[in-house]
């Protein structure tokens, strides 16, 4: 009886240990069964989850993504959820935004790179000069294959291509006027060598930050001929004003006298023409009876002439001259007084000698 309870202690579920006491038996390899069924679950969990994201990517809407397949690339331009071969393909995403970097200027610490700004120009003068350029990937397998580092190949040939142009303008166009030309020639080149080594990047901009002379006396004089440019400009567009308002008023005064002149030219014109016409008419009546019509032109102008005269009447010593107006004899009515005796010594009229008398 005893046996058997030892037994059963023994095939079930306790044994008698080294101290002579009792133990549990059976549930260890229990427990590291179910430990090893766990692991192999969260295993299987783990394969399936990186086979659904293995499999997939993610495009933006400002992306494009290079699929590779074994050492073949392929460009992917479409924004959304995609597939791949996990463990076979891969994917290389390029951002496509516009970006930039600058030369010549540090944004990072807010300072000028004198190594990258200082530059010669064509009339031998040094200016320090800040670029900032602007680009975008246009390629997204080239811009991955084509080269190593294409930013840092551009920002070579941006800085080559800058200094050349730089050197070709003297010192006053980089620092006041020509600075849209200096821009469109250094972007001009930096797209033609692009086209030419085709890296898949494509410049979308070069702007001039800022320009000025390296030390402060020189600064200080281009400060002074600019402001006297500007002060010039300022002269210029005032003399402009008063052009402008100055001349519809010359050219008002000048339409009235033109007006004027057309006015009395046709005036002039008009009177001739009736003189011409009454001169003609007198002429046909002329020649009809010219005796007739050579008295009736004499009294005529007789009418038209005698009232202006005035009669002189001297003594015989010539001390005293009255002058009488011709009205005086014509109208006998009038006294002398009356008719405004006039005395003077100098009249530049008819004279007319009468006898003295006793």
């Known amino acids: 009886m005893m046996n058997d309870s030892r037994r059963n202690r023994h095939n079930g579920f306790q044994t008698m240990g080294p101290d002579g006491n009792w133990q549990k038996s059976g549930g260890a390899p229990k427990a590291r069964r179910s430990t090893g069924k766990i692991l192999g679950i969260l295993a299987l969990v783990a394969a399936v989850l990186i086979l659904i994201f293995g499999a997939t ?44 970097f600058s030369i010549g200027y540090d944004s990072s610490y807010n300072a000028s790179g004198a190594d990258e700004s200082l530059m010669i120009t064509s009339d031998y003068n040094f200016v320090n000069v800040d670029f900032f350029v602007e680009y975008r990937y246009s390629d997204p397998v080239k811009a991955v294959y084509a080269s190593r580092d294409p930013v840092n190949i551009l920002k070579n040939v941006s800085q080559s291509c800058i200094r050349t142009v730089i050197s070709s303008y003297t010192v006053d166009d980089v620092l006041t006027t020509g600075k849209n030309e200096i821009q469109a020639a250094i972007k001009s080149m930096i797209v033609e060598q692009l086209d030419q080594q085709d890296l898949g990047i494509q410049l979308v901009n070069i702007t001039i930050q800022d320009s000025e002379p390296p030390t402060v006396e020189v600064m200080e004089a281009f400060k002074a001929v600019e402001t006297a440019k500007q002060g010039k400009e300022t002269a210029l567009n005032n003399a402009n004003k008063y052009r402008n308002e100055q001349l519809p008023k010359a050219q008002a005064k000048v339409d009235g006298i ?6 009395q030219k046709t ?22 009876n010219p005796t007739v019509t050579r008295q009736r032109m004499f009294f005529e102008a007789m009418e038209e002439v005698l009232p202006g005269l005035k009669v002189i009447i001297e003594s015989p010593s010539g001390d005293m001259q009255t002058i009488y107006p011709i009205d005086s004899f014509t109208n006998p009515g009038q006294s002398g007084s009356a ?20």
């Open 339 to 358: 008719a405004g005796d006039i005395t003077t010594r100098d009249a530049a009229t008819q004279n007319i000698d009468l006898p003295a008398t006793e």
């Open 267 to 288: 005036e002039r014109i008009n009177e001739a023409t009736a003189q011409v016409a009454r001169f003609n008419a007198m002429y046909e009546e002329y020649i009809k």
């Open 258 to 263: 033109i007006k004027d002149a057309e006015a």
């Open 57 to 100: 990517y993610q495009i933006r809407e400002q992306e494009q993504a290079v699929l590779i397949t074994l050492g073949q690339a392929q460009a992917v331009t479409e924004p959304g959820l995609h597939f791949k071969i996990p463990f076979v393909q891969r994917v290389r995403k390029v951002n496509t935004t516009i970006q930039g």
